[in-house]
T-cell receptor, first 118, second 110 residues
């Protein structure tokens, strides 16, 4: 159980275009999802917290107008990288909490989306 | 959330136990210790978590010291597929949010 599916697994786009990444919780409902970014040989960096039915909460230094997050249902959150540039090339990973509540329930992660902006 | 300190890298022989230490000396009473691992180019995989008692599951054992200031993740019989970056994370009980540190790069040698 507790499977998180991310799509696409990789995408190549041209500079200036926008890219949408989907994150779905397949067998549970997730009121909260998280988006991370990971550059080569570095750790995961939390970008934002996605809250179902309300605005996302962004970490310091993350541009909310560039990284649009929508969490319209309990099983789907989307991250749109707008006007992508080569420096946005990275590995984007989403995660969602399980049904057990945050006090004793792990986050489950998708398999990531590798974005390459040319 | 409390900060954790892990060795940058470790190695062990296939079939032997891998013991990965983590220091979390500023952990507070309601914070759990979580372990995840990330195999190259994949999302992190949950391994185990605990509050103060030792825990064991099909993947690993977690030993937490009595003062809770450090812990050890034990992979009892490491295989080549256990080569990954292992993250020890301390998390409070009111949020799902996980903040990743640098982790330990474990190399399992044939």
């Amino acid at each position: 159980g507790a499977v998180v599916s991310q799509h696409p697994s990789w995408v190549i786009c041209k500079s200036g275009t926008s890219v949408k990444i989907e994150c779905r919780s397949l067998d549970f409902q997730a009121t909260t999802m998280f988006w991370y970014r990971q550059f080569p040989k570095q750790s995961l960096m939390l970008m934002a917290t996605s809250n179902e039915g309300s605005k996302a909460t962004y970490e310091q230094g993350v541009e909310k107008d560039k990284f649009l997050i929508n969490h319209a249902s309990l099983t789907l959150s989307t991250l749109t990288v707008t006007s992508a540039h080569p420096e946005d090339s990275s590995f984007y990973i989403c995660s969602a909490g399980g049904n057990g509540g945050p006090y004793n329930s792990p986050l489950h992660f998708g398999n990531g989306t590798r974005l390459t902006v040319t | 959330d409390a900060k954790t300190t892990q060795p940058t890298s470790m190695d062990c022989a296939e079939g032997r136990a891998a013991n990965l230490p983590c220091n979390h000396s500023t952990i507070s009473g309601n914070e759990y210790v979580y372990w995840y691992r990330q195999i190259h180019s994949q999302g992190p995989q949950y391994i185990i978590h605990g509050l103060k008692n030792n825990e064991t599951n099909e993947m690993a054992s977690l030993i937490i010291t009595e003062d809770r200031k450090s812990s050890t993740l034990i992979l009892p019989h490491a295989t080549l597929r256990d080569t990954a970056v292992y993250y020890c994370i301390v998390k409070g009980d009111s949020s799902y949010k996980l903040i990743f540190g640098s982790g330990t790069r474990l190399l399992v040698r044939p």
